[in-house]
């Protein structure tokens, strides 16, 4: 066996349909979508979960919970680990962090410290909201936890 002598196994590769090449190429005159009807036409066919006019499968199973995100808080969240890339001591709050491109847009009910990542330098930072993991790593190294 040599590289020159290499090819597929029997049956393993076949040759692609060309449709719609004459009646002796076995897929000619409708290429395989039969008389007329729904699917022989151009963008023909049906929806994905379409029952032919029954009641669809997931219109029958009961709808669960309901999540209100009208009044849902988002609040804009940086973790402690981001906050190592400002010099020691700074004060960082939302405006800062929204002028250094580390939060996309500012949020109207503030910013929230999120506790993921390590922090070496003493930072005055101001929030609305701490998780605990957070409030405590920046105690650690000597730094301060402002709430608005």
Do not use: W
Not at 32 to 50: D, I
Not at 69 to 88: P, T
Not at 126 to 135: D, S
């Amino acid at each position: 066996m040599e590289l020159g002598n290499l090819k597929p196994a029997e049956g393993a590769t076949t040759k692609k349909a060309r449709v719609g090449r004459g009646i002796g190429s076995g897929i000619g005159k409708t290429s395989g979508k039969g008389h007329k009807g729904q699917n022989a036409r151009s963008g023909g066919g049906v929806r994905p979960g379409f029952e032919g006019g029954n009641i669809p499968m997931i219109r029958k199973i009961p709808m669960r919970g309901f999540n209100n995100k009208n009044f849902s808080k988002r609040y804009a969240c940086v973790n402690v680990g981001d906050l190592e890339a400002f010099e020691a001591n700074a004060v960082i709050d939302q405006d800062l962090l929204y002028a250094t491109r580390f939060i996309g847009k500012r949020s109207e009910y503030g910013l929230k410290i999120l506790g993921d990542g390590e922090l070496t330098k003493p930072l005055t930072v101001r929030a609305k909201k701490f998780t605990k993991q957070a409030r405590e790593k920046i105690e650690k190294v000597g730094g301060k936890v402002e709430e608005l």
